[in-house]
């Protein structure tokens, strides 16, 4: 109930406060949140995404424990078949040391993957598709920048994966081994000036002793080209472990395809307490093809007008030959008049 009650009040106090396609011509990454976009990274791109990181973890009532150490996030994306199609794996590895404080100190070395995640995400939604009134207005700054009630509509994608984990995990409860299913509905706002909300519902683990509930929310905005600031909130709620996250951080495009990213993870509690630095890049290797041509429009398209181009040339060609014909037959006319007077 606390979760979703943390869910209302960051909708409500982001509620008060750029077009895209499936292939974009520069990254785009899901770094360094931990959002997932609704668009996939296009057909035929291949894109990496990494971020080693440090955790500090620190519980004061009893049990007491402290955990310190490092780990990585790391993702695989590929744009497979169609543009609304993404292929993906996704994991965490950590290595760290928890001390217990009890009668007697106590030290757990811990190494494992947190999680690893094959799966699959589909864009079933775009309103952008195909949208004539998101052109910019060539002649008003403002109408570039109003707000529109259409940006309210969300572009909204599904996915499906399968988690993998090891028996005698020390990072997932004690009867969680092999397989189990993991769902999402992800959706996305793109609004005027550069901002983009992301909203993630994630059930994860499912049928296992560890079902995790958790929701993203995530509020990007990029004020140049190559700069781009984010916040987000994460909530999580299962027997096994239940947290609220804040998470704050930005992001810096050095080429089209690679860009560097830092956050900073805390929590406002003590059971236990979180800290979380991360640095991090994603990079892409860019081998799609687009079949759209002339400023996005089809190889049919372009036919057509083509076709309806050498049409306009003929009939002009065929009006000339009129016109010059009149007047031909006019001074044959006059001549003819003259001739008789």
Do not use: C
């Amino acid at each position: 109930m606390k979760a979703f009650k943390h869910l209302i009040i960051t909708l409500l106090i982001v509620s008060s406060n750029t077009v895209l396609a499936q292939y974009t011509e520069v990254i785009n990454s899901n770094r360094p949140g931990l959002s997932r976009s609704a668009f996939s990274v296009g057909t035929n791109v291949l894109q990496f995404e990494v971020g080693p990181y440090f955790v500090k973890e620190k519980r004061t009532p009893l049990p007491q424990y402290e955990v310190s150490g490092l780990g990585v996030d790391f993702a695989a994306r590929y744009g497979l078949l169609w543009e609304q199609l993404e292929i993906n794996i996704e994991g965490n590895y950590q290595n760290d040391t928890k001390t217990n404080f009890s009668s007697f100190t106590t030290e757990d070395k811990r190494s494992n993957f947190k999680y690893v995640t094959l799966g699959a995400k589909y864009l079933v939604f775009d309103p952008y598709k195909k949208a004539a009134d998101d052109k910019p207005n060539l002649y008003s700054w403002k109408a570039n920048h109003s707000f529109r009630w259409k940006s309210l509509i969300p572009a909204v994608a599904v996915y499906v994966g399968a988690n993998y984990d090891t028996k005698n995990n020390p990072y997932t409860a004690v009867a969680i081994e092999g397989f189990s299913p993991k769902v999402m509905l992800a959706t996305q706002n793109n609004f005027n000036g550069g901002w983009v909300f992301v909203m993630n519902l994630i059930k994860d683990r499912i049928g296992t002793d560890q079902s995790d509930f958790s929701y993203i929310l995530t509020l990007t905005h990029s004020f140049s080209p190559q700069w781009v600031i984010f916040g987000e909130t994460q909530g999580i709620q299962s027997d096994f472990y239940a947290d609220n996250l804040l998470r704050f951080g930005g992001a810096y495009l050095w080429d089209k395809n690679f860009q560097l990213d830092t956050a900073i993870t805390f929590n406002t509690k003590d059971t236990p307490s979180v800290l979380n630095v991360t640095l991090g890049a994603s990079y892409r290797l860019d081998f799609h093809k687009d079949k759209e041509i002339d400023n996005g429009n089809s190889e049919k398209e372009a036919g057509e007008r083509q076709s309806r181009s050498k049409g306009k040339k003929k009939k002009k060609k065929k009006r000339k030959r009129d016109e010059d014909a009149v007047k031909e037959k006019e001074k044959k006319q006059k001549r003819e008049d003259e001739d008789f007077n």
